[in-house]
T-cell receptor, first 116, second 114 residues
């Protein structure tokens, strides 16, 4: 079945440091890929997504590129802020013929803490 | 006002009790989902519904049931709660556009079963 693996956490960085959170997936066909962020005490929010190979999703300074050859969707940000402290989830949605099955498979989440 | 609301936000109950978690949405989406979140396990799908007459089991449906009362409402029930159902529960909605979709999550319900 489909699966998503994220790098082990937690990740602790100083403000303005470079961030990478690794995500690899296993799926048949051509899934859509997502990064969701969960701030303390809140639900999940979509951060960015990519629907086909070589697509780059970006939002709020975060980027991730859909790499089919390495089955990866790593999240990056050039300069993190204290306000980026949150839990980050990588997820996939299986597609068939361009139509999403609509069910998300999540990674285990990575806790990011950014210190001033 | 939030597009996806969940009630209650926090609940403490005892083993064997029946409880219901409710989800309402104002986004007009057909698809709704219930997930549970456990530390280190990410989110796992309990049930999902693609419209009012379509309800499907997810990855971990045992011990749970659902009701889709209307397009905007999707309730999750624990018929006889047990301690390992202690978790954070999320409702989500989505709309399929151009063959792709994005899910929108509620704020979550934190459930403790004693």
């Amino acid at each position: 079945g489909d699966s998503v693996t994220q790098m082990e956490g937690p990740v602790t960085l100083s403000e303005e440091a470079f961030l990478t959170i690794n995500c690899t997936y296993t799926a048949t066909g051509y899934p859509s890929l997502f990064w969701y962020v969960q701030y303390p005490g809140e639900g999940l929010q979509l951060l960015l997504k990519a629907t086909k190979a070589d697509d780059k999703g970006s939002n709020k300074g975060f980027e991730a590129t859909y790499r089919k050859e390495t089955t990866s969707f790593h999240l990056e940000k050039g300069s993190v802020q204290v306000s980026d402290s949150a839990v980050y989830f990588c997820a996939l949605s299986a597609n068939a013929g361009g139509t999403s099955y609509g069910k998300l498979t999540f990674g285990q989440g990575t806790i990011l803490t950014v210190h001033p | 006002d939030a597009d996806v609301t969940q009630t209650p936000r926090n609940r403490i109950t005892k083993t064997g009790k029946r409880i219901m978690l409710e989800c309402s949405q104002t986004k007009g989406h057909d698809r709704m989902y219930w997930y549970r979140q456990d530390p280190g396990l990410g989110l796992r799908l309990i049930y999902y519904s693609f419209d009012v007459k379509d309800i499907n089991k997810g990855e971990i449906s045992d011990g749970y049931s659902v009701s889709r009362q209307a397009q905007a409402k999707f309730s999750l029930s624990l018929e006889s709660a047990i301690p390992n159902q202690t978790a954070l529960y999320f409702c989500a909605t989505s709309d399929l556009s151009w063959g792709q979709e994005t899910q929108y999550f509620g704020p979550g319900t934190r459930l403790l079963v004693l």
